[in-house]
């Protein structure tokens, strides 16, 4: 079971001690008497001096009452001790500084007055019966009102706001989480703006002993004087957290996709399509981290994510690392760019489709992608799936082709249904054009190696409120911010680590949502292929890996598609239909005597293993040969279902992997819904 962690007070001291962020974990342990006495403590040291200056002039009375020395000392003494209150008073408020001053006035006069003529002399006990009291209650009086309980702002009290810079800054509350605190900061109007209170912070952090990373501030969006300090004392993400699995299995793309946690809890989650009901826009994604910082491994398990849903189709680029990066999800791609020319040809076929896939959610009156444009459409025609296009190690493309070649894409594929992400180590300006960052919007930040680099990704607003990625560096591999559409501005200074996922989570998602994932529709195939030719129709299709779980089991029995063990019941006399003549069969009859034995091998039967993707896919392709055979020339995908025990896959497959023809030319659309006109295999020439 789950530890719970004990309960943590913070506060943030703004007084004469100011400079420590106090946490104690055991703030309210024990009963009623210690809860009471605990409350009272901050209040009794002016008591307890009052008390302390009537018992001591006692003695005093004994040692001074009949010295002329002793009254001239006493006297001295007094005003000195009144005079320095003064001089060490002047730093603080005029206040602070004229109230010290009286008391210690009051105190050291009587003082004076009871230990030359005794306390019990003539007025001194009415005075000091009245007056210690008010005096300690005035004291009292002050140290409730240093908070102000309706917010506005007092003269704030100066200590460890003043030493950063912030003086008159006011608390004016606090709201305390285990390991989390935040303060409302009234800041002095026309004095301090939440920018003075940001450039403060690594003064503030060193003050309250904790890293610059741990201190945030968000402005108030209405109010310019007022901003939020979030103070993180541990940092709870060193464990890192596993991958928990998919957030959505077979959900759609417009669902969040869970990368990761942030240092409170609360889940780091991306959107990639837009959504006019939550006024977000579709999402571009620079992700950015220098080596070792964890920023491939983040982008696996979002890609891991993607894999998992029923309506997008992967296009990924990696250039530079190939399979070493991309290996465990190649079979779940539609397209896997390796190489820097099939890179090209990717990017060349992205401009093709952009307008095509325009055309179609025009066509049929949608504004921009949604779930719905990837079901079959009211006339029967095949749904258009999301596009994720992503460029892992992209500085290599972009040397490789232009510092501008992604910006034109970034500019106009958001309204095609179309989400470009560009990852690559450095995004100075000699690796990607001011255009391209500038278009792509959201950015996912890892470890840097300087705050130079930081200002290439984050925006300011992020950066003013703390995000400081290069304090990390490569030290703490998968620790993020995350600034993207859909994420809460007080989000984007927070820092998150993305999830660790292994192989063999990423290879099981791949196999298990094999059946769930889309394939490229028409529109798309067929603008990719008439841009780029055999890249695209003849790009390779990884197979699914073979998992335990699939065929046989570890027990070398039969499994069925569904991981069933299958049973089989064998009749050894099928002239016998195990009735009577009259039809019904008596329970309780005794059983014939057994006359002879025959034992009999159980026949054979091939056991019912699941075709893989692969496998089925080639099978389409040799019935599509067939019917071309038998001089049919429009098929359509009722044809191939009357064969569905070949290759074992449901309609919406059949569908899909027609579909899949089309944009390789194999087939052509005609007038008639769901008929498709066969194109004949052109010789290769030798």
């Known amino acids: 079971m789950r530890r719970q962690q004990p309960q943590t007070i913070a506060h943030l001291d703004t007084g004469q001690h100011a400079g420590y962020l106090h946490l104690d974990p055991n703030q309210h342990a024990g009963g009623i008497g210690e809860y009471l006495l605990h409350r009272a403590k901050p209040y009794l040291p002016p008591w307890i001096v009052a008390a302390g200056t009537g018992i001591l ?5 004994a040692m001074w009452g009949e010295s002329a020395a002793g009254a001239v000392g006493l006297t001295l003494a007094s005003l000195g001790v009144t005079a320095a209150t003064w001089w060490a008073g002047k730093p603080t408020s005029q206040q602070r500084r004229l109230h010290s001053a009286i ?9 004076t007055a009871a230990a030359l003529a005794g306390p019990a002399a003539g007025p001194l006990p009415s005075l000091y019966l009245i007056g210690a009291p008010a005096l300690a209650a005035t ?9 102000n309980p309706d917010g506005t702002p007092n003269d704030g009290d100066k200590g460890l706001l003043e030493k950063v810079g912030l003086a008159k800054t006011m608390v004016t509350s606090a709201k305390v989480q285990p390991n989390k605190a935040e303060f409302e900061l009234q800041l002095p109007a026309g004095e301090l703006t939440p920018d003075d209170v940001s450039k403060a912070l690594p003064k503030l952090a060193g003050a309250l002993r904790v890293a610059k990373n741990a201190l945030r501030t968000t402005p108030d969006p209405d109010d310019s004087s007022r901003t939020t300090l979030t103070v993180v004392p541990h940092d709870l993400l060193k464990a890192g957290v596993p991958y928990p699995g998919p957030s959505h299995p077979g959900g759609s793309i417009a669902d969040p996709i869970h990368v990761g946690i942030y240092e409170d809890g609360a889940d780091m989650a991306m959107f990639f399509p837009g959504d006019p009901a939550a006024h977000r826009n579709a999402m571009h994604l620079l992700g950015m981290g220098m080596t070792g910082a964890g920023k491939s491994e983040g982008g696996l398990t979002a890609l891991t994510e993607a894999a998992t849903r029923r309506d997008v189709i992967i296009w990924a680029s990696d250039p530079a690392k190939a399979e070493q990066t991309l290996g465990p999800l190649l079979p779940a791609l539609d397209w896997a760019a390796l190489t820097v020319d099939d890179t090209k040809a990717m990017i060349t076929a992205l401009r093709a489709v952009i307008p095509a896939r325009t055309s179609w959610l025009a066509k049929y009156g949608y504004k921009q992608w949604e779930p719905a444009c990837a079901e079959i459409q009211a006339d029967g025609a095949p749904g258009m799936p999301y596009l994720l296009a992503w460029f892992e190690e992209a500085a290599k493309t972009i040397r490789e082709t232009d510092d501008d070649v992604f910006t034109g894409i970034a500019q106009e594929a958001r309204s095609a249904g179309v ?20 278009s792509l919007g959201s950015s996912w930040v890892f470890g840097l190696r300087d705050e130079r680099d930081a200002q290439f990704a984050l925006p300011d607003e992020a950066l003013d409120a703390g995000a400081a990625p290069h304090v990390w560096k490569d030290k703490k591999p998968g620790y993020s911010y995350l600034v993207a559409n859909g994420i809460p501005e007080t989000f984007w200074a927070t820092p998150g680590r993305a999830y660790l996922t292994p192989v063999e989570d990423m290879t099981w998602a791949v196999v298990e949502f094999a059946d769930v994932r889309a394939e490229c529709d028409p529109v798309t195939g067929k603008a990719a292929g008439n841009a780029v030719g055999p890249a695209f129709t ?5 197979p699914l890996p073979t998992l335990a779980e699939d065929g046989y089991g570890d027990d070398g029995g039969i499994y069925d598609e569904e991981n069933a063990p299958v049973h089989y019941d064998y009749d050894l006399d099928p002239d016998d239909d195990g009735e009577d003549e009259d039809g019904w069969i008596d329970p309780d009859a005794e059983l014939p005597p057994v006359d002879r034995v025959v034992e009999i091998a159980p026949p054979e039967v091939p056991p019912r293993t699941k075709v893989g993707k692969a496998e089925a896919k080639k099978i389409m392709a040799e019935l599509l040969a067939e019917f071309e055979d038998e001089g049919r020339t429009v098929v359509g995908p009722v044809d191939f279902m009357e064969f569905c025990d070949r290759f074992r896959r449901g309609r919406g497959w059949v569908s899909g992997e027609v579909a899949a023809m089309v944009a390789e030319g194999r087939l052509r659309e005609t007038d008639e819904v769901g008929r498709y006109e066969i194109v004949p295999l052109q010789p290769v020439a030798v």
Do not use: E
């Open 419 to 438: 989400s470009l992400v560009v990852s690559l180590q450095r995004a100075s300006s000699t690796q990607m054009s001011t255009d391209t960052r500038a």
């Open 538 to 542: 003849q790009r390779t299709r990884y």
């Open 57 to 61: 002039s006692l003695p005093a009375n």
């Open 103 to 111: 008391t210690v006035a009051a105190g050291t006069s009587w003082f």
């Open 139 to 147: 004291w009292n009086i002050r140290q409730l009102l240093r908070v």
